[in-house]
């Protein structure tokens, strides 16, 4: 905003040629007293001390001089896998000494950036091309950190500085390609609508009338057509809504790829599918952050999935405990009591990590069976699925077999509502590690 960046970071890391410099000079002061001012004792001391002093005083411009680092011009939203531009303006006096050899965005997890190129505007201000790689998701970054060099490379500079936060959003593709992929099935899930006569606003058939019916429901139209008195027969409205929720701990963004990014496309194929099958969709995420609850959506309005899953904002540092699974209950509980005045199917994507979390399944199972909803669990943990993309390290089987052994617990306790998300059971996968381990080896 035109001042100066204030609470800069200064760190030096020493060159080669300084060490040289300063054991030519100890050379050439131990020299002294036998060989008096030779020509050789009397370069070694010039040059050692110029290059001692041309180190000092750079260190010196360096620490003295104001630094203002900008951020010109980002991208706010890009699409998964494209790149971005970011455009960062670097000005101080110390630049006429210092050339800039690497830049990097200080951001979360997800935040990739390269510098491509310096162009010199002159000689106390540099423009910073760098491009960032997008990772599905809602990334911040706070800071900048620059690594100079002087020309007669003596000293490594390395300054961090603070931005204002730049956020930029990382979109999925919905496409046409995606729709048409295959689906998870639904009816697994209970969100199947079913067409039967009944009470409701959208038309069944339209039939004769008989005795008995309401004459408010009299087809005047059909009647006229067919020279019989015609009636309109409802359709019985059941399941018409579905609230997909999913609660994603910190583990969830480990790697690269990260299982957040891997379980999108298939929690997206889902959402289109229930949305092809007309039935309205609204998507609540919950992560360490925060949450949120998209609007309602439709096979008309599938681009808000996009925005629903370019809004999970990612971790700056890993938190030890996790709290989504505590707010998960109360998010799913402001959707039903806001969408479904209908009964609702309420799907929810989780990692159950301890026992308290199937205690909240049980009481939520209870809550919403009041209400005539239909509830299922999708279990599922971040190793299975970076094991079903074939991702995983071997060193994490292990681990992986506890997480294992955790969701058949939960299932267990819970068999009517706890379904695997991967295609295959927890058995099938238990006994696909047991003989890669059996093996020593990951395919």
Sequence with gaps: EGGYTTSIEIRYEYQPLLYISIALLATSIATLPAVSLTLLTYLGTSL??????????????????????????????????AQGEIVIDVESSALTLLIIREAKILGDYGFESKLVSVQHVSTVCSKLILTYSGRLGMHIATGVKLILVDLLNTLRIHIAAPITPMV?????????????????????????????????????????????????????????????????????????????????????????????????????????????????????????????ISEKITKYSLRELARCFSSVEWPQAPVVYSSSNRVLKHMIRIAVEESCREPCSIITVLDPIEDVDVVML??????????????????????????????????????????????????????????????????????????????????
């Design 48 to 81: 050692s001390l110029s290059v001692l002093c041309i180190a000092t005083v750079i260190a010196l411009t360096a620490r003295k001089s104001p630094w203002r680092i900008t951020v010109t011009s980002y991208p706010p939203v890009i699409e998964m896998g």
């Design 168 to 292: 930029i959003r990382v979109s999925p593709t919905i496409s046409t390609a995606l729709v048409a992929r295959a689906a998870p099935s639904t009816r697994l899930l209970g969100t199947a609508a079913s067409r039967r006569r009944g009470s409701g606003t959208m038309v069944y058939s339209i039939r004769e009338y008989v005795p008995g019916d309401d004459y408010r429901r009299i087809e005047w139209k059909a009647t006229a057509r067919t020279g019989k008195l015609m009636v309109r027969e409802y359709e019985h409205e059941t399941l018409r809504g579905v609230i997909l929720a999913l609660s994603l701990h910190d583990g969830f963004f480990e790697g690269n790829p990260s299982a957040f990014e891997l379980l999108t496309p298939i929690l997206i194929r889902l959402a289109i599918s229930i949305a092809s099958a007309g039935m309205w969709l609204r998507v609540a995420i919950v992560t360490e952050r925060g949450f949120s």
């Design 362 to 443: 049980s009481d939520l199972l209870g809550i919403l069976a009041r209400g005539r909803h239909v509830l299922r669990a999708l279990l599922v943990s971040p190793r299975i699925v970076r094991f079903a993309a074939g991702t995983l390290h071997l060193a994490e089987l292990y681990a992986l077999k506890m997480e294992i052994a955790r969701l058949r617990n939960t299932a267990r306790a819970l068999p009517r509502i706890c379904i695997p998300l991967i295609g295959a059971s927890l058995s099938e996968i238990s006994n696909r590690i047991e003989h890669i381990l059996s093996k020593g080896l990951l395919h």
